[in-house]
């Protein structure tokens, strides 16, 4: 059976893919991947997506360089999920120039949980989620 | 605004969510969770997911005793992946005895690409994927 033929791709046909930092360990993002982003980046050995918003092949990096090199490709018990392994060129796998995308931590400390920027964007002295 | 309503959630009301060993950075498993079951996990400090199989309420390590303790809690930059860092209870994430979901590596050596076991379930010699 084909590798591809193996994931449960959902309705969208489209399956969630982590992406982790092969040297850290550190979980830089989620993001989705179509039967024929996974077969480019088996292909090319680095990381290409599905863009859901929009709708078109996402070669990550391909404008901010920020490519992602793939050490390891793995896929879970249920066949509905992948962890990449990569390497993060630049090390900088956030869209704001982080270096990945979760960087707001729930806060549940006093009063109400909230969720807290712990990641300031290099160069810049802020440290507040943006856009929210 | 509630920590609640500031995530993207699907149209299913459901958001991916990895658990990741907070201790060893490996990636666990990636499950979904619901409003109620994001709130649940706040309120316990233990992971609770929305089983999409059973469409109810699941709170892991409820039947296996696979508890996963959180440490915290991420949103990422568009709101719409939770990450949870957790610790594992009894150092197995994977409803097939494995510490991990993740035991399926592609194998893209020689000729077609294929996945490949990587991880026995312990007390098995046994290396090949199971259900497949």
Redesign the interface.
């Known amino acids: 059976m084909?590798?591809l033929d193996?994931i449960a791709w959902n309705a969208d046909g489209l399956v969630?893919a982590?992406a982790?930092d092969a040297a850290?360990?550190?979980?830089l993002?989620?993001a989705w991947m179509s039967r024929e982003s996974l077969a480019l980046t088996?292909a090319t050995g680095e990381a290409v997506y599905w863009s859901r918003s929009r709708a078109k092949l996402w070669r990550k990096g391909e404008t901010s360089g920020h490519l992602q090199r793939i050490v390891?490709?793995?896929?879970?018990?249920?066949?509905d999920?992948v962890?990449l392994r990569v390497e993060q060129a630049g090390g900088i796998a956030?869209?704001?120039g982080?270096r990945r995308?979760?960087?707001?931590?729930?806060d549940?400390g006093s009063g109400?949980?909230?969720?807290r920027c712990t990641d300031p964007v290099p160069g810049s002295t802020g440290t507040d989620r943006?856009g929210?």
């Not at 995308?101 to 729930?106: A, G, P």
């Open positions: 084909d590798y193996a969630p982590v982790q850290s360990g550190e979980v993002m989620l088996v390891e490709i793995r896929l879970d018990c249920d066949a999920s962890l956030c869209h704001t982080r995308c979760f960087f707001n931590l729930l549940a109400s949980p909230r969720w943006e929210s």
